[in-house]
């Protein structure tokens, strides 16, 4: 079955910055979505971008979507301390089994 | 509102016997999903149950791995004979329904096979 591949596998950056990370597919799909992971909170649904849609906005985080290349981006601005955490891109193909990536580990120092 | 709660928090356990794992879904919510994620790793799915229908037990590693879902609410996943590489952090997840997609998740039960 087809996973997402997250690129990079590790971020570190400076509180402030941006933190960037791409999730990478090869079939169709009908919806991805992102998912935080910390020690604090477990596993936490973030954003969903549906296949017919390109960018999609909450809060500090921006994520975007292009079917063409089989990719999306998760763009978190301003980051702060809080945000260390992992990030998971998650695939909807058909049914309704969710696929998760390997993740992206973020850390955000002060 | 409560949401999904599982337990144990922890088990340790020694080779080759059975354990159960508990989840309690958000009251409503008719779907329920168990994942497993070993250190480190992302998360590899299991089971998912959806009212009445049959599961999709497609994601079960192996015959030794079941689950159940009674009443359509509580779930126990349950592993026979545990063997080490059975040690992992379990997740369990529901949403209103499939159609909705956002799961809820659990905290996890963390299962060491010793």
């Not at chain 1, 960018?55 to 980051?79: F, Q």
Request: charged share 20%.
């Amino acid at each position: 079955s087809q996973q997402g591949e997250e690129d990079p596998q590790a971020l570190s950056i400076q509180e402030g910055e941006n933190a960037t990370m791409n999730c990478s597919y090869k079939t169709s799909i009908n919806n991805l979505q992102w998912y935080r992971q910390n020690s604090g909170r477990g596993l936490v649904h973030l954003i969903l971008i549906r296949s017919n849609e390109r960018e999609k906005h909450s809060g500090r985080l921006r994520v975007t979507l292009d079917t063409s290349k089989k990719s999306s981006s998760l763009l978190i601005t301003a980051s702060r301390a809080a945000d260390t955490a992992s990030y998971f891109c998650v695939l909807k193909a058909a049914g309704n089994k969710l696929t998760f990536g390997g993740g992206t580990r973020v850390l955000v120092k002060p | 509102g409560a949401g999904v709660s599982q337990s144990p928090s922890n088990k340790v356990t020694e080779k080759g016997k059975d354990v159960e794992l508990r989840c309690d879904p958000i009251s409503g919510h008719t779907a329920l999903y168990w994942y497993r994620q070993s250190l480190g790793q992302g998360l590899e799915f299991l089971i998912y149950f959806q009212g009445n229908s049959a599961p999709d037990k497609s994601g079960l590693p192996s015959d030794r791995f079941s689950a159940e879902r009674t009443g359509g609410s509580v779930s126990t996943l349950t592993i026979q004979r545990t063997q080490q590489e059975d040690s992992a952090v379990y997740l369990c997840a529901s949403s209103l329904d499939p159609s909705t997609d956002t799961q809820y998740f659990g905290p996890g039960t963390r299962l060491t096979v010793l």
